[in-house]
């Protein structure tokens, strides 16, 4: 009997072994490999893909915090913005920098890295502004506007927020499909983050749309946005590693150069020292 229970035993102890051996924590995985898998939308100046290659502030800091890991290659996953947390869920890579904001609502579902950037709204409509278009409210006044907004952004509530009835809200994939409905006619106007507009219009070189340059910035809890880095719920050793390398990289200076590089404001757009992930996912910022 002794002898069985002995076996018994050292059986089961193999096989937690074995099952501590297959779980090793994704810090020492990306570690071990060298490699960390990136999900990203395709959205600058935030995170896009151009030539093959991986670029945008987002982008830039993670890819230096996790030199700074000693983790030199990004495996890229694109992705539509709308599924990169579920993508995160699903295992499918290991961080999400799109330079997606933090809000208490996604805080239930991942872990934010501390804030890397902040940025305000915009607006972008038909050559002329030809409905006098310079704020949410201007679209709620009016029932017969459409806004298109892309799929999972903050700008669905917070328009909502300002007024704009559900009904009035055409959801697109991208920023490149709301600038396809604008001009189209499907759909009078389209918002996004300032920084997103922006660069989107100067890589379509469009004329026949603009960026509203008097927009008036919504008073919404959320405005100013905080991007950060996300991780998977439970990743608390590698969201602490990333941390910490962040904050070396904020405080030499680092994040603020790859922001100018990225067409941000190296100190209009970089968030304030006070300003903490949990404390915008406890709501203290909104």
Do not use: W
Request: charge should be negative.
């Amino acid at each position: 009997m002794r002898k069985f229970l002995g076996a018994t035993v050292l059986f089961i102890s193999i096989l937690l072994l074995a099952a501590c051996g297959s779980n090793e924590d994704t810090l020492s995985k990306i570690q071990d490999e060298g490699v960390v898998k990136i999900g990203f939308a395709n959205e600058k100046p935030y995170a896009y893909e151009e030539d093959g290659e991986l670029k945008g502030a987002a982008v830039d800091i993670a890819k230096a915090v996790f030199k700074e890991l000693g983790v030199d290659e990004v495996d890229p996953h694109l992705a539509e913005f709308g599924d990169l947390i579920a993508g995160l869920d699903a295992g499918r890579f290991d961080v999400v920098t799109a330079g997606m904001a933090i809000t208490p609502d996604r805080c239930e579902n991942v872990i934010f890295g501390e804030p890397e950037m902040k940025y305000g709204e915009g607006l972008v409509v038909p050559k002329g502004n030809p409905l006098d278009l310079h704020s949410y409210e201007d679209i709620a006044n009016n029932p017969d506007i459409t806004v298109s907004i892309m799929q999972g952004a903050t700008e669905i509530g917070f328009v909502q927020e300002m007024g704009v009835d559900e009904d009035q809200i055409k959801s697109a994939p991208d920023i490149p499909a709301t600038f396809s409905d604008v001009e189209s006619g499907r759909a009078d106007v389209t918002t996004a983050t300032e920084m997103t507009l922006k660069m989107a219009l100067l890589s379509a070189d469009n004329d026949d749309i603009e960026f509203v340059e008097d927009f008036e910035q919504p008073d919404v809890e959320g405005n100013p946005s905080y991007g950060s880095a996300a991780f998977k719920q439970g990743e608390e050793e590698l969201v602490e590693a990333y941390n910490e390398a962040l904050q070396k990289l904020k405080d030499d200076g680092t994040v603020a150069e790859l922001l100018e590089e990225n067409y941000f404001d190296p100190v209009d757009n970089f968030p304030e020292e006070e300003v903490t992930a949990e404390k915008v996912c406890e709501g203290e910022f909104y």
